[in-house]
């Protein structure tokens, strides 16, 4: 029994775990095996926290997703705010006959810089667009 005990004991030893005061090899094998558990429980909690890392990272990278997706909804914003003071300036009669074209071509850039930025397609203001320039034909 003597030579089992000095077997598990070098084992131990050479894959680095303490023998402790193990006298018997049934004690050197408890103790091996609390050193196991105690492996097991620290790579458990390395792996939750590895995990929450992982978690991190994705929540991260989604809010840098959400703030640049909403940089590009204001930029959007501004153009479809420009395209509407452009038309109401037509539909009003604030911007001479002579420029009403002019605008409604400004209008148009600012609607296609939004649809160019993924944004909604406008079948409404294209329609629009269609009577204005029907109107202005007719008269």
Not at 69 to 79: L, P
């Amino acid at each position: 029994m003597s030579d089992g005990k000095e077997l598990i004991a070098a084992w131990m030893m050479r894959e680095g775990f303490a023998t402790g005061h193990g006298d018997t090899a049934e004690e050197l094998l408890e103790e091996l095996s609390w050193q196991v558990a105690e492996i097991k429980a620290r790579q458990d909690e390395l792996e939750g926290t590895m995990r929450e890392r992982d978690r991190a990272i994705c929540v991260s990278e989604l809010l840098e997703e959400a703030l640049d997706r909403a940089e590009m909804i204001e930029d959007q914003v501004g153009a479809l705010f420009a395209a509407l003071t452009y038309l109401h300036g037509v539909d009003s009669g604030q911007i001479p006959e002579e420029n009403r074209d002019s605008a409604m071509r400004m209008a148009e850039s600012c609607i296609n810089k939004i649809v160019r930025q993924g944004g909604v397609n406008f079948p409404s203001y294209r329609l629009r667009r269609e009577v204005l320039e029907r109107e202005a034909g007719e008269s």
